[in-house]
C-alpha cells in the first residue's frame, strides 16, 4: 500500500500565517529542504517497519482546516497532576504552546531560560520530521545550565485533543556548561479520544566535563501519535546518564542521535518500552564514536501484549582512528502473546582497530519453570505472570539516574503492567 503524501500546498498556507516573530527564515528553510525531500516511507531503511501514515492523515486533515489552534489553557488540572508529584523546576509546552505561567519558576541562580523569539538565529534540522517541526514551530525554548542547580529540570510537554484533528509542535535546546552537573526529566503525555500528533525535538548539549542525567517518560493516550527527536552532543571527560521509558501512544517513533567527538565521554542509556493492543513502538538509536577513548552502552527491554509491534534498532558506528572506544548494545523482549511482534537490529560499523564492542538481542516467552515454581508456592497464573514481568522491567526502573522521578515512574510503569495483564487474562476468558 502506497504511503499518503503530506499536503506541501497547505502546509506552505500554514507556514506563511504564522507569527513573523523571527523564526521565519528558519521556517522557509525547513519547508524548502522537506519540499525537496519528502517524509520518509516503508523503502527507507531506517524506516521499513514504520509507516507513517496516521500522522500524515492527521496532519493533512489538521492543515486542510486551516491549521485550528487547539486550547492551551484548559489543561491546568492535568499539568498540575504531573508538576506537582515531582519535585522539578519545570518548563511547561501545551498544544505547542509554550505556558507563561512556568517561565519565571525556574528562578535558580544556575539556569537562564529564554525563547527562540528572544533572539531568533537561523537553524536547519535537515531531517524530515525535524523539518516539520521546524516549519511549523511557533516558538522554542533554550535552557543555559550555568552553575549549581538545586532540583532537575522538567520539560513538560502536554497535548489535550478536542474537536477534529490536532498537531502540535515542541523544540527545547539545552546547554550544559563545561563543569557543571544537571538532571533534566522529560514528560510527554496527553488526553483526549480525537486523533492528535505530537512532534518534538530535544537537542542536548553537554560541555566539557560536565555530568547529565536525562529521564524520558512518554505516556501519551493510547490514540495519540507521537515522533521526537533527541540529539546530544558531549565534550570532552563528559558523562551522560540516560532512561527512557514508552508506555502510551498509537504510534511512537523516537530517534536518539548520540555524538562523541571529544576524548574521555561516557554514555550509558537505557530504555523500557510496554505495549499492547493496537500499539507501535519505534525507537532508533545511533551512537558516533568519531573519536577515542569513548565509552557507550545501551540497553533496551520491552514487553509485549496483544496484537503489537515494537521495533529496536541501535547502531554504533566507530570511524577511523577512533581507537580505544567501547561500545555495547543489548535488548531483550518479553512476548506475552502470539500477536506481539518484535523487529530487533542491533548494527556495529567499525572502522577502527583497536575497539571493544559488543551486541545482544533475546527474544522470548515467560520461563514456564519460574511460572511453575510461583504457582506451587499459592500464586494463581495471573499473578504469577505479574511478579516475573514485574522482576523483568524493575532492574530498568530501579536504574533511573533522577532519583526525584523514580517514584513517579515506578507507579506508571506497575499501572501499565497490570493494565496489559489484565487485558491478556480477560481475553483468554472470553475465549
Not at 507556514?15 to 527564515?25: K, S, T
Not at 534540522?125 to 511557533?138: E, F, K, T
Not at 504510534?251 to 500499539?279: M, P
Amino acid at each position: 500500500m502506497k504511503q499518503p503524501a503530506l499536503s506541501i500546498d497547505d502546509l506552505r498556507d500554514v507556514v506563511a500565517a504564522l507569527p513573523n516573530n523571527g523564526l521565519a527564515p528558519s521556517r522557509e528553510a525547513a519547508l524548502a529542504h522537506l519540499h525537496e525531500h519528502g517524509l520518509p516511507t516503508l523503502g527507507d531503511e531506517d524506516w521499513k517497519y514504520t509507516d507513517l501514515s496516521p500522522l500524515i492523515d492527521i496532519s493533512n486533515r489538521w492543515l486542510s482546516e486551516g491549521a485550528r489552534e487547539q486550547p492551551s489553557e484548559l489543561q491546568s488540572d492535568a499539568v498540575e497532576a504531573i508538576t506537582s508529584s515531582i519535585d522539578a523546576s519545570w518548563l511547561v509546552i501545551c498544544n505547542g504552546i509554550i505556558d507563561d505561567r512556568f517561565m519565571d519558576t525556574t528562578t535558580d541562580g544556575g539556569i537562564e531560560v529564554s525563547r527562540f523569539s528572544d533572539a531568533p538565529s537561523p537553524f536547519v534540522r535537515q531531517r524530515p520530521l525535524a523539518d516539520l517541526n521546524a516549519a511549523l514551530l511557533r516558538d522554542g525554548l533554550r535552557v543555559r545550565v550555568k552553575g549549581t542547580v538545586k532540583k532537575p529540570l522538567g520539560i513538560l510537554v502536554f497535548d489535550r485533543a478536542f474537536a477534529g484533528a490536532g498537531v502540535a509542535q515542541s523544540c527545547v535546546e539545552v546547554d550544559v556548561a563545561p563543569g557543571c552537573s544537571a538532571e533534566v526529566i522529560e514528560y510527554q503525555a496527553s488526553d483526549g479520544d480525537e486523533d492528535h500528533y505530537a512532534n518534538s525535538v530535544l537537542s542536548l548539549a553537554i560541555g566539557e566535563g560536565a555530568n547529565v542525567k536525562h529521564v524520558r517518560i512518554q505516556n501519551r493516550s493510547i490514540r495519540h501519535v507521537q515522533t521526537g527527536r533527541t540529539s546530544i552532543a558531549l565534550g570532552r571527560d563528559a558523562v551522560l546518564r540516560m532512561s527512557s521509558y514508552d508506555l502510551g501512544g498509537r504510534l511512537i517513533r523516537n530517534d536518539i542521535d548520540i555524538d562523541l567527538s571529544e576524548t574521555g565521554a561516557d554514555v550509558a542509556f537505557d530504555g523500557l518500552y510496554l505495549a499492547g493492543d493496537g500499539q507501535h513502538i519505534d525507537n532508533h538509536t545511533r551512537v558516533d564514536h568519531r573519536v577515542g577513548p569513548a565509552t557507550s552502552s545501551q540497553e533496551y527491554r520491552g514487553i509485549l501484549n496483544g496484537n503489537c509491534r515494537c521495533v529496536w534498532n541501535g547502531k554504533a558506528i566507530v570511524h577511523k582512528d577512533a581507537d580505544g572506544t567501547d561500545a555495547s548494545q543489548e535488548n531483550h523482549n518479553l512476548l506475552l502473546s502470539d500477536d506481539a511482534e518484535i523487529d530487533a537490529k542491533p548494527e556495529l560499523e567499525i572502522y577502527a582497530e583497536d575497539v571493544k564492542c559488543s551486541h545482544g538481542t533475546t527474544v522470548g516467552q515467560l520461563d514456564e519453570t519460574a511460572l511453575f515454581y510461583l504457582r506451587s508456592r499459592g500464586l494463581d497464573k495471573q499473578h504469577a505472570t505479574q511478579v516475573l514481568t514485574h522482576a523483568f522491567a524493575a532492574d530498568l526502573v530501579l536504574r533511573s539516574p533522577v532519583l526525584a522521578v523514580r517514584e513517579a515512574v515506578t507507579g506508571i510503569v506497575e499501572s501499565r503492567l497490570a493494565e496489559l495483564i489484565e487485558a491478556d487474562f480477560a481475553a483468554d476468558l472470553l475465549s
